[in-house]
């Protein structure tokens, strides 16, 4: 854990999670945007290979036609420490939602992919979603391993799809079944 955020054991917000899981707000588009360039400038987990600008960010992530949610973990002092995006996908059934997922790097925390996931099942149960699909590169070691811990089960592969730079990386579809 950072230093200047609480463990679990002193947790406010969902199930002793020390973030309150909140919806996302515009203003929130610069911080998250930097969470998620930072990972895109580590490499090798986000199928996103260019950085973006707060702008864009929003018109996807906050605003964009595809967002059915989007929900951010918030430390107590304001730090944005994640955002999980659920959006419906040409791809997908209509009741199937695409789940991407991103927590800070730069300080690390543990639980914020857990904390955000319990507010988003939550959510698309409402929204009367049937299932929620999240596809990983197949290299993204600890984004299969969050979502398996999550409960989504394996439901399909894509052999070898390149990347920019001609390498080919599998990726896997994994499903959790709402209901
Ligand atoms: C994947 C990601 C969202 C997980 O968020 P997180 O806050 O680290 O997740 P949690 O701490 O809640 O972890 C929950 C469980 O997931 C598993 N897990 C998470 N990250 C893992 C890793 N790197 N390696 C192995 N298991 C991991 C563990 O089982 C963990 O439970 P534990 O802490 O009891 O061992 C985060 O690491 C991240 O942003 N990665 C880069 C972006 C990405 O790959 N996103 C997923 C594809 S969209």
Do not use: W
């Not at 998620?36 to 260019?50: F, K, M, P, V, W």
């Not at 864009?56 to 999980?84: H, I, K, W």
């Not at 299969?144 to 799809?161: E, H, I, N, T």
């Amino acid at each position: 854990m950072p230093e200047d955020v609480p463990g679990p054991d002193e947790g406010i917000g969902l199930s002793g999670s020390p973030y309150t899981i909140r919806a996302a707000q515009d203003d929130d588009a610069a911080p998250l945007c930097g969470i998620l360039n930072e990972i895109i400038r580590i490499g090798g987990t986000t199928a996103i290979e260019d950085e973006l600008d707060p702008d864009t960010f929003r018109q996807y992530f906050l605003s964009g036609p595809n967002r059915l949610c989007c929900m951010v973990a918030e430390a107590p002092d304001g730090t944005l420490f994640g955002f999980q995006f659920l959006g419906s996908h040409a791809d997908l059934p209509h009741d199937c939602g695409d789940i991407s997922t991103f927590a800070r790097q730069k300080p690390r925390s543990r639980g914020v992919g857990t904390a955000l996931f319990a507010a988003t099942l939550e959510i698309a149960g409402q929204l009367g979603l049937e299932t929620i699909n999240a596809t990983i590169r197949a290299d993204n070691t600890g984004g299969l391993a969050y979502y398996s811990k999550m409960g989504l089960q394996d439901d399909s592969l894509a052999p070898a799809v390149p990347l920019r730079s001609g390498k080919a990386v599998d990726r896997v579809s994994k499903r959790y079944r709402i209901r």
